[in-house]
């Protein structure tokens, strides 16, 4: 560990626009071959930060290097080291696969035979070989994100950006997204990696870096992270309108954390570690306590909950105060 | 499993990902052809656009041609349609402005600009393989109301020089609106905005313009403005040109024009492309 590298590397980095401050002094370093997730809320400054890191917007103040070249000084260099794929499909539309991969590939200035073996490979990486003389218009939303994910990787970067890759897509093409991900980075790709999801950055990232008014406020393994949000969530249904209280009290002993109940869902949620070892403890004390439950279920924070527990403030408040506290939380300190 | 990544495997049964090392006005020049090889795919997956560019110019030629002719007199012994022809040409080129920037926005807004500008290819290829991919579709486009012209009885009286210094000034006149076009996108970002603004503006320059009556008709506060707006200037130019008269000071104003459009849109569009994002 001692010997990591740093890839990406950004220094108090400020973007505004107009009177929006979009990045208020962002540090972040990420090291070679892992992969970070930078999760925060829309508008929090993730995709800025990648327009930054990607050389598409110059940053007002601050420096920022990727695999040691500076992002506005040496951008043309740098932009043959990168990959970027975004929450839209950056492709054309009325293009087929084959062509877009074969035009991406030619501008990344690969020789045209060697763009179109590559463009062969990616199609059948990713699953879209049979459609790959169709244009984009016959593509579902999943076969467009999978084939930006392969426009993102031609050249094989050694650093590749993801913004958003699932945003908006069903859960099926989300899980093959996933997937496609993961192969990714077992191949030693460092990947920097947008979401607004909490399992999203638990299933891919190493490292996880929660983001909010454009600063980095928490930052940390996952399970780390999770434990200083209070793990898992069990959440709970009781059958009965009267039986609330009496499951609070059932419940009292396994909380790490406030529990909060929500008398018109007749729900209970709390915060649990090691959740799955507790639900059969947590059954049998219902039981005992003669209350019949609807529904038992123990899930992953979800955004606002983490930002409730980092911030005090839930993720979609705007009118929330900024975090100041944060800063005197480095992430280390809790590895 | 499929290797996807920058490992050795990876390389080494993929063969080697390395890029070619051009001279940079070579690498521009090839990118720019690429940009304009995908618009050219277009036009073969979407000939409805390319009708649509067409049609428009075509219903004009036949409209005036029939319907105002007979109360139109232009004088001078040249008949409406020779007159029309040089006006109708030149508006519809007009129109690559809207066309290139209505294009440029849509593939600002889907992220496409974005993905280009993270590759390594020339920063000016994307608006250089545009512009000239749209100059060529609106060469395509005179061809064919040139064809339609003549079977209305268009008669241009022009030589071989007198042809080609028309068709480069109508060129030469395109690229610069197409230029505009551009412009206009990166400043305002959305395609119906493109499309307003410029239709704004196309409007009042084709028709208070010498393009399709003659200027001496016109109410005297409006002909300062007529006689000296470029349109005015380029259909002079090309008419005098198509119909084998002298051209006088038309020819080099035109093309004085148009050179001034690129002068100040070019440098502008490039300095715009270099900093916008979809977001």
Known sequence: ?335 | MIALANTATGRDAAGALEPVVRPRLVSAITDALLVARRQLIHMRRIPMELVGYTAMPVMFVVLFRYVFAGAITVGGGVSYVNFLMAGIFVQSIAFSGPHTGITLAHDLQKGLIDRFRSLPMAPSAVLVGQTLADTFKAAISVVVMVGVGLAVGFRPGANLPEWLAAIGIMLLFTYAMSWLGATIALVVGTPESVDQILMTMLFPLTFASSAFVPVATMPGWLQGFTRHQPVSIVVNAVRALLLGQPVGNAGWQATVWCLAILLVAMPLALRLYHRTTSR
């Open chain 1, 1 to 335: 560990m001692a010997e990591a590298t740093p890839i990406i590397r950004a220094e108090g980095l400020v973007k505004r626009f107009g009177k929006t401050e979009a990045l208020s002094g962002l540090d972040l370093v990420v090291e070679q071959g892992t992969v970070l997730g930078l999760l925060g809320p829309n508008g929090a400054g993730k995709s800025t930060l990648v327009n930054i890191l990607t050389t598409l917007l110059e940053p007002d103040a601050g420096r920022a290097e990727v695999a040691g070249l500076d992002v506005v000084r040496q951008a043309r260099r740098l932009r043959a080291l990168i990959g970027l794929s975004g929450q839209y499909a950056a492709v054309d539309e009325h293009l087929t696969a084959r062509e877009n991969l074969e035009m991406f590939g030619r501008l990344y200035h690969l020789p045209a035979a060697r763009a179109r073996r590559r463009a062969d490979e990616l199609l059948e990486a990713f699953d879209l070989l049979d459609a790959a003389d169709r244009p984009l218009r016959t593509y579902s939303g999943g076969m467009r994100r999978r084939l930006d994910l392969a426009a993102g990787i031609i050249i094989a970067p050694p650093v590749l950006f993801l913004d958003e890759p699932t945003t908006g897509l069903d859960p099926r093409s989300r899980l093959a997204m996933w997937d496609m991900i993961r192969r990714l980075v077992d191949g030693g790709t460092t990947l920097l990696l947008t979401t607004q999801y909490l399992d999203e950055a638990d299933q891919l990232a190493s490292r996880i870096a929660v983001i909010d008014h454009g600063r980095v406020i928490a930052e940390g393994a996952p399970d780390e992270l999770k434990a200083r949000i209070g793990g898992d969530r069990l959440e709970l249904t009781v059958a009965r309108d009267g039986d609330l209280a009496a499951a609070v009290r059932a419940l009292q002993l396994h909380s790490r954390g406030d529990i909060q109940v929500e008398a018109e869902r007749r729900a209970v949620t709390m915060p649990v570690d090691n959740g799955s070892g507790l639900l059969v403890t947590i059954v049998r004390g219902l039981d005992a306590a003669g209350v019949p439950i609807d529904d038992l279920a123990l899930r992953r924070p979800t955004l606002d909950e983490v930002f409730l527990s980092l911030t005090g403030h839930a993720a979609s408040s705007e009118l929330a105060a900024p975090v100041e506290w944060a800063e005197s939380t480095p992430a280390e300190e809790v590895a």
